[in-house]
């Protein structure tokens, strides 16, 4: 048996002793189940499809745009990029129609079908190729899961957070379990689907990402009496704009059909809605006191190195994933499921991270969120830079392949980096943006993720040469400059950090500052809050 087979089958046995749990939990008539509300493992559970669902696509997907619709590299790429950018633009059109008119349930609901359609039109191969018209039926399921992650990633966070009172201590402990289903989903759905699809057909790939998302729409169905009412519409709600907003979301979709084949347009859009919005938050920055100001200015610092991390990070799902394909000696594992690291790692040093930050706090040692996203830079930026040693110290020669130790350790240092910026960067919007503008502020820290995805394209673009195709030296040496840039950029975070420290302000931060805000965010790692809050949100001693 293959440890491609033996991972499959441990991932299989896995996710049936997580049915089995939940059915336990499922049929328990207690109200709360292990100290927590049942309605948690229902979000739990549906999370954990849709994550199944999302990153299975997402490790097939620049294979089935390169080996299916006959794209080059370049292209599929630039593609795969823009279709990121798009699924985290989206959230801020769920996230305003859930907040204002049909309420955090239905809006999950809604995309939670739309999911599920575009997951099972994945299914649709036709005969491939760019001349196929079968290709309109792929791009419109790009545009369903597009619109549907808007609506869902939107809110189901947030119904998290609802579940409890907002200084309930059990809530940190919540996001914790929650955001292991994000994980588990991602790295169970990446190593079935996967596997499924490069061994036996896109099909059935894309099918099993479908039927995850199927099973998630059902549990949240079934599991609605669990939320003991919340999430629902902030005032009632007429069937006339309750139908207005579907059609809203149906409109998006005719929309992101035509954006994801045209990325210039995205492009462009990304620059001018960017500029306008970059003015507006100076706009009303400047209308404020001194201190409330400052922080602003720390935001967007902060937001503005979104672009650089994540555009080097998500080369994980685009030019990695080719790479790992063409050019590192799998030992016979489909190159799709090394996708799976990423979230495994997640899983492991999640705790560790948080371990980490409590015990510097409590010493006063804790690096400030600037800091830390200084640290994340320079983590990436090595990890590429590690690559590319891996590659040409073992792997010399156009054909030689470059050992799979490397791969492990590329996600690794890609991993670490993660829990220094993204937990921490959703923990620091939260706490510094001013109350009227802190579903703006988390709009545009996802905005600027999105734009990171769209250069995480663009760097892809750049691996295919003049001539679109992939070559593994061309690879190789724009990792070895992006690797670089990173960590000169995080160089000049950290040296700068300190300033940026100063304008957060966080000793005149008051607790009401931060009422009524928490569950705005994605959930965050586990424990991973800055500046020395230990899990339950409390200042350690002697932080």
Not at 108 to 123: P, Q, R, S, Y
Not at 342 to 362: D, E, K, Q, T, V
Not at 423 to 446: C, D, E, H, Q, T
Request: proline share 4%; charged share 15%; aromatic share 14%.
């Amino acid at each position: 048996m293959s440890i491609e087979q033996i991972t499959v089958i441990v991932a299989a046995v896995f996710l049936g002793v997580l049915l089995a749990g939940g059915g336990v939990i499922a049929a328990s008539n207690k109200q709360e189940v292990f100290g927590h509300p049942k309605g948690l493992y229902m979000l739990f559970f549906a999370e954990m499809w849709e994550r199944f669902s999302f990153y299975g696509m997402r490790a097939l997907l620049i294979f089935y745009l390169t080996q299916h619709w006959l794209f080059n590299d370049s292209k599929a790429n630039l593609i795969y990029g823009a279709y990121g950018a798009l699924v985290y633009i989206m959230p801020v059109l769920g996230g305003y129609v859930a907040d204002r008119y049909i309420g955090q349930r239905k809006a999950v609901l809604f995309g939670a079908i739309l999911l599920t359609i575009g997951h099972f039109l994945m299914a649709f191969e036709g005969d491939g190729g760019q001349g196929d018209p079968t290709i309109n039926i792929f791009w419109a399921a790009l545009a369903f899961i597009i619109v549907g992650s808007g609506f869902l990633k939107a809110n189901i966070s947030v119904m998290v957070g609802q579940l409890y009172p907002m200084q309930d201590v059990r809530r940190d402990g919540a996001y914790t379990i929650f955001y292991m289903g994000i994980n588990v989903g991602a790295a169970v759905g990446t190593i079935l689907a996967g596997y499924l699809g490069q061994t036996y057909g896109w099909g059935y790939g894309f099918g099993a990402a479908g039927l995850g998302m199927l099973l998630g729409l059902v549990v949240f169905v079934l599991g609605k009496k669990t939320l003991l009412g919340r999430g629902e519409a902030p005032r009632p709600l007429s069937k006339g704009t309750e139908y207005t907003m579907y059609g809203l979301g149906i409109g998006a979709i005719a929309v992101c059909w035509a954006l994801i084949q045209y990325q210039d347009v995205i492009q462009n859009l990304l620059i001018v809605s960017g500029i306008g919005l970059l003015g507006y938050v100076l706009f009303q920055a400047f209308k404020l006191d001194k201190e409330p100001r400052e922080r602003i200015f720390a935001i967007l610092f902060l937001i503005a190195l979104n672009p650089l991390f994540w555009g080097l990070f998500e080369q994980a799902g685009g030019s990695l994933n080719l790479y790992t394909d063409r050019y590192v000696d799998r030992q016979g594992v489909d190159a799709a499921i090394f996708q799976s690291i990423n979230p495994i790692y997640i899983i492991i040093l999640a705790p560790f991270f948080a371990s980490l930050w409590i015990w510097l706090g409590r010493r006063g040692l804790e690096p400030s969120a600037p800091a830390k996203f200084g640290l994340a830079l320079a983590q990436i930026g090595l990890a590429f830079l590690v690559f590319v040693w891996g590659a040409n110290a073992f792997g010399i020669g156009p054909q030689a392949l470059t050992p799979v130790i490397f791969v492990f350790l590329i996600y690794l240092l890609q991993t670490t980096g993660e829990l220094c910026l993204s937990p921490v960067g959703l923990s620091a919007m939260n706490r510094l943006a001013p109350k009227f503008m802190a579903s703006l502020i988390m709009g545009a820290w996802f905005y600027m993720t999105a734009v990171g995805n769209f250069v995480a394209g663009k760097i892809g673009e750049a691996t295919g040469g003049h001539g679109g195709e992939m070559t593994k030296e061309g690879t190789l040496e724009v990792y070895n400059t992006i690797g670089w840039v990173a960590i000169g950029a995080g160089a000049v975070v950290l040296l700068l950090s300190p300033i940026v420290k100063k304008w957060m302000h966080l000793d005149t931060l008051k607790d009401e500052d931060l009422a009524g805000r928490a569950e705005l965010a994605e959930p965050a790692a586990p424990g991973l809050f800055p500046q020395g809050e230990d899990v339950a949100g409390r200042s350690p001693k002697g932080a």
